[in-house]
């Protein structure tokens, strides 16, 4: 089984955050400790813990959070 993170408990609202957006395959939420004055951080619903671990399979999820980056900027 994957390893659990906070992220995984966000996307399933399992902890609180300002979620701004979220579909089937990406969350965008309010970041709780901002470094600018606006910082929204963009996930995969889909649990991938490194770089090293991106298949095939995830081209498609990795370009839609550029999509969701451009529809929450």
Known sequence: ???ETIFSKII???IPADIVY???SATAFRDINPQAPTHILIVPNKLIPTVDDV???DEQILGHLFV???KVA
């Open 22 to 24: 979220q579909d089937e």
């Open 68 to 70: 969701v980056a451009a």
């Open 12 to 14: 399933r609202k399992e």
């Open 1 to 3: 089984m994957a390893e």
């Open 55 to 57: 298949t095939v399979e």
